[in-house]
């Protein structure tokens, strides 16, 4: 079952914009790694982000069709 909750389009169309969403976060995260802080705070950044956006994505992913690889 979807977890976007409309039609099939609407569900592609919502699982898009999620991706358009997560590819702005890696964006913002590689450009925080231009920034002068400890390296610490870069790692706790990532560590943090970065599950939350490969859950977003695989969401997407299977929402689009794609087949479950990863046995989540």
Not at 40 to 47: V, W
């Amino acid at each position: 079952m979807s977890k976007y909750g409309g039609t099939s389009d609407q569900n592609k169309e919502c699982a898009l914009e999620d991706i358009g969403a997560q590819v702005d976060r890696i964006d913002s995260l590689l450009a925080a790694m231009s920034m002068e802080i400890p390296a610490a705070l870069h790692l706790s950044a990532l560590k943090v982000s970065l599950p939350d956006i490969k859950g977003k994505l695989k969401q997407a992913y299977f929402e689009l069709g794609g087949e479950d690889f990863w046995g989540t």
